[in-house]
């Protein structure tokens, strides 16, 4: 059996927007992402924060130079 697949007249882009409350919207776009990855599709992540500094470990007087 041989598999083909339909190609698009014209590349497009689309732009997909993970909104909501609680948890499991970096995982979903990780995961989108690494699929489009597959498909040799190239991926560009943009992550808007709420607030001042976001610091993983300790507090902002500890991050600031």
């Not at 497009?12 to 919207?25: A, D, E, M, S």
């Not at 776009?29 to 489009?36: E, H, I, K």
Request: charged share 25%; hydrophobic share 40%; proline share 2%.
């Amino acid at each position: 059996m041989k598999i083909t697949h339909l190609a698009p007249k014209e590349k497009k882009g689309l732009i997909v927007v993970i909104t909501g409350n609680g948890k499991g919207k970096t995982t979903s776009a990780l995961g989108l992402a690494v699929r489009a990855c597959g498909h040799d599709m190239a991926v560009s992540m943009i992550q808007f924060m709420k607030g001042d500094i976001y610091a993983e470990n300790g507090t902002r007087e500890e991050n600031e130079l």
